[in-house]
């Protein structure tokens, strides 16, 4: 579509629909469902008829291009045909699917494989959580206190897949002091054959920590009380407090007593002294004024 100014304006894409993954369509499974539906009820005469007349139709329908049996659909239907009518030649009577024995089993086949889809399905949603739960523990500084579980293995390669190199790392560093300390569920040794899935480079720091923390084993009690204890230190004055002021309690109170009521009238107090009769200066300059006001007079909390 073309606006009035010649420009031609952007095709409307429509949003991707949320879908878990789809089944793929088999189309001689849908030959044979066919067939089923259309045989239910049927005798063997009347089973023997369909076979034939399908029989016919496919071979019409070679002499046209577009009528081809690409999805062997076409072979799946003759082949059932042929199959139900032999089996009603043995059982006799119409046709039901639930006295089919070979239908009922692949009913069965069917609904386990969908089991284990749906299965499947969970454990991989399951595995995500997880890999993005890992993320948010590190990203908060709190990985390092989390115990592994079981299935961490798969959520750390769920992690390559997405996550940034740096994430990886740091979770490949945290699962491999976890196997070398044995928290969390490689306390079990099942848990930790299970760890052979990890890389390489994972397993070899694990065997590294290991092996340093079996040559260096962590103080005790008994050690650190047979270890001589230094004398304590003075306390030593904090290098932001103010020193103390040399003034006498005397000529403090003759200060306080002098001393201005408001801020700037103490500035210009202070300016308008004499050299030598200025008191010592403050170390921390007023900003405001610019310019050192002595201790006693500068700020309301000195002294």
Known sequence: MSTTDGWRRPRRVPTAR??????????AKIGRSSVRRRARGMTHHEAFQA???????????RRYEEAADHSHRRAAELAEWRRIAEFLVRVGGPYDLDDDAAVQEELAAEAAAAAAREAEQREAARIAD?????????????????????GDEAA???LTRWADLYIQQDVDTWLAAALATHRGHYADPTSREAAAL?????LAQAAL???LTRLVPAPTSASCASRPTSPPRPPQPSPTSPPSSPVSPALRRAGDEARPSSRRARVRWYVGLGANDRPEPCLRP????????PHRYCHADCG
């Not at 949320?18 to 189309?27: A, E, F, K, L, V």
């Not at 990890?198 to 994972?202: D, K, T």
Request: proline share 10%; glycine share 4%.
């Open 18 to 27: 949320t879908q878990g993954p789809r089944t793929p369509i088999d189309p």
């Open 51 to 61: 076979l034939a007349d399908a029989e016919m139709e496919a071979h019409l329908d």
């Open 130 to 150: 997880r890999a993005d739960q890992l993320k948010a523990l590190r990203n908060r500084g709190l990985l390092e206190e989390t115990d592994p579980r079981e």
């Open 156 to 158: 750390r390669a769920e």
């Open 198 to 202: 990890l890389p390489a480079p994972v």
């Open 209 to 211: 920590l290991s092996e």
């Open 286 to 293: 007023d900003s405001q004024a610019n310019v050192t006001l």
